[in-house]
């Protein structure tokens, strides 16, 4: 079945001139490389040169210069296409000026690469390619290169259009989208974002409103930049101001004015400190047009720091464990600007993921009306669950190359021994019981008791503590959910106060200084244990440790400065006291044995997971009976202090 073309990508690059990001949009002259065989030879782009760049939609190459544009943002994926679109081929269209040639190519899902179609360019050229989808069933990618004749080429603009649907497809609709971003206390952040969505032409057919729902005490409005970013977006820009009900509460507020309004297709949820590429934006949408079913579409993360690291990929949720993992064949943290896509294997096969991180993703508001708005547990967990759920409905997730964000990457920042101890701890157990298919949670109950001690003989009181109260919580049922979503991070923040290795200094001078309790003949392992029976060994000594008493030098003054890279429990275990680094570099805190606390709490500890393999059965019936009042539009009215709609039922 024909249909009217509709652009489904633009062909776009940076146009800061920043280095670090321009290999993720095109490759420059090539060099052949070898890879790990020895005889595989791939080509590797270098003499990256912003001034290429014309414009945002513009490069251009010198005489006898080559350029591909198999890279991130400009290759097309069409094996996500051929999976869940309603498209049966797609057409490349390249506008250059100048001599040269135009060569296609496209891969397989194993990264094989083969050539489609060249074309030789003169003048003012407008070559368009028909390009089939059927062959991508596992993977695989088009692209295309440009070649330099004995002048200039100038790309002066190229997309990938709409081409045949399938035979049962109806006509796709033209969907429009609500931005709901979610704020605390991130104001430059947050209006920085603003401005490069009031900057960006491709969202202005496309976007309805943004929406900003500030629960913070730094107001955006105040933050320099915020009012140029609300003159440039004009009316679509809408600002909520509300108490701080965490990243579910932010949301749940953008999915329910999105709703409410009634006038987007789609709301897309993103974070208040990313930096975006807004073509992504564009093609999720459209993407979310094509498919043959409503489809949560999300967006990849690449590390704020290191740009052309692509940090998150797709996610997925490992059944028996129930922990985050990524996909199968899929890794985290890869480099394209020393690996690109073409000598990248892994990145040609298609991803399968459980779920997308709310750092940007677009949910139909069909799904929304099906399954219901976020879970209220504040933070953690919200995004994956939901992902879950939709799966559970029928509705699939999709993390789309070339949609993507800039973030924070969680490597740099150790969240699960600070105050979000208890959020991760109580939210994956609440997921668990809403999800799992296995009777008592699979592995997860044990392992969840092995972190336990590992904070233990970590001298990690703080989150033990907090882990603790979070699994006592989740015993409690889901009942207060809702009603202690305002309260419970102050409860946590005053409860984490109390303990020593919660006390972050910013110099380590601050403490007492540092001396041994009696000189070591080894110092302390710092390796990870390589084999599982090196690590059964280390935690039975680290255990049996506990049993000591601590000696009264230990106790006055810290033993050793450890490193936070070096800060394992395996480090930590043989140690009486420490000065411990924080992650981000930013301070340390002093960690000093307890025996009398750490056995108490070991019992403790030993206690409450029976108890949750014990009652699994009845909480999971309890939870999952109570979800769909969770995440209903009237819970979370009431909770957001809104006014219930008038209903002509008189309900």
């Given amino acids: 079945m024909s249909t009217e073309p509709r652009v489904l990508a633009r062909v776009v690059f940076p146009t800061d001139g920043d280095l670090d990001v321009l290999p993720l949009y095109v490759d420059g002259q090539q060099v052949p490389v070898a890879v790990e065989d020895g005889e595989t030879v791939l080509p590797v782009a270098y003499d990256q040169n912003p001034d290429q760049v014309l414009g945002r939609r513009s490069y251009q190459l010198g005489h006898g210069q080559r350029a591909s544009f198999a890279t991130y943002f400009n290759a097309f994926p069409a094996g996500y296409w051929r999976r869940w679109s309603t498209l049966a081929g797609v057409r490349l269209r390249v506008r250059t000026s100048g001599a040269g040639t135009l060569v296609v190519y496209r891969s397989s899902a194993r990264g094989s690469v083969a050539r489609v179609t060249s074309r030789s360019l003169a003048g003012s050229s407008d070559e368009g390619v028909s390009l089939p989808l059927n062959a991508f069933g596992d993977g695989g990618w088009y692209w295309f290169d440009l070649v330099a004749g004995s002048n200039d080429l100038v790309l002066e603009s190229a997309e990938w259009l709409s081409g045949d649907l399938r035979p049962e497809a109806q006509e796709p609709p033209r969907g429009s989208v609500t931005i709901g971003i979610t704020t605390f206390n991130r104001p430059a952040y947050c209006a920085a974002l603003l401005g490069q969505l009031g900057a960006a032409e491709e969202l202005r057919d496309v976007v309805d409103e943004v929406l900003v729902v500030d629960q913070g005490t730094q107001a955006v409005r105040q ?170 409905a029928g509705y699939p997730t999709v993390s789309l190359p070339g949609a993507a964000v800039w973030h924070v990457p969680w490597t740099d920042k150790d969240d699960s021994v600070d105050w979000q101890a208890y959020f991760h701890a109580r939210n994956r157990f609440v997921a668990a019981l809403l999800h799992s298919p296995f009777e008592h949670g699979g592995r997860m109950v044990r392992e969840s008791l092995a972190i336990q001690l590992k904070h233990l003989v970590a001298m990690q009181y703080s989150a033990a503590h907090l882990r603790e109260r979070a699994l006592l919580d989740v015993l409690e049922g889901p009942a207060a959910l809702h009603g202690s979503l305002a309260t419970t991070l102050g409860e946590v923040r005053t409860a984490r106060a109390d303990f020593d290795d919660a006390r972050v200094a910013a110099d380590p001078h601050e403490f007492a200084a540092v001396r041994p309790a009696k000189p070591r003949r080894r110092d302390p392992s710092t390796g990870k244990p390589t084999s599982q029976a090196a690590t059964v060994v280390t935690a039975l000594l680290g255990m049996a440790r506990q049993l000591t008493p601590v000696p009264a030098a230990s106790r006055e003054r810290p033993e050793r400065e450890v490193p936070a890279v070096d800060a394992g429990w395996w480090t930590l275990s043989r140690l009486d006291s420490a000065l411990v680094s924080t992650t981000d570099g930013t301070g340390v805190s002093w960690h000093r044995r307890d025996r009398a606390a750490a056995l108490a709490a070991t019992r403790r500890a030993t206690a409450v997971h029976q108890r949750l393999l014990r009652e699994w059965p009845r909480l999971a019936a309890e939870y999952r009976a109570a979800l769909p009042d969770l995440v209903g539009a009237d819970a979370w009215r009431k909770t957001l202090d809104l006014p219930l709609p008038d209903r002509e039922d008189g309900q």
């Avoid at 004009?234 to 949301?251: A, T, W």
């Avoid at 139909?364 to 759920?389: N, Q």
């Fill in 223 to 392: 933050a320099p930049g915020f009012d140029d970013a609300a003159t440039a977006l004009g009316r679509r820009l809408r600002v909520l101001e509300q108490g701080n009900l965490g990243g579910s509460g932010g949301f749940a507020r953008a999915m329910l004015e999105t709703l409410d309004v009634g006038r987007s297709d789609h709301v897309l949820l993103l974070d208040d400190d990313v930096v975006c590429e807004p073509e992504g934006i564009a093609r999720a949408v459209t993407f979310a047009d094509f498919a043959r079913t409503p489809t949560v579409v999300g967006g990849h993360m690449f590390s704020m720091y290191e740009r052309s690291v692509l940090h998150a990929f797709a996610e997925r949720v490992a059944p028996w464990q129930f922990r985050w993992a990524p996909a199968a064949a899929t890794e985290h943290d890869h480099d394209l600007s020393s690996s690109n896509l073409r000598s990248t294997p892994w990145l040609h096969r298609r991803a399968a993921a459980d779920y997308n991180g709310w750092w940007m993703c677009l949910i139909p508001t069909t799904v929304l009306r099906d399954v219901g708005l976020s879970l209220p547990v504040f933070i953690k967990w919200d995004d994956a669950e939901f992902g879950l759920r939709a799966a559970a």
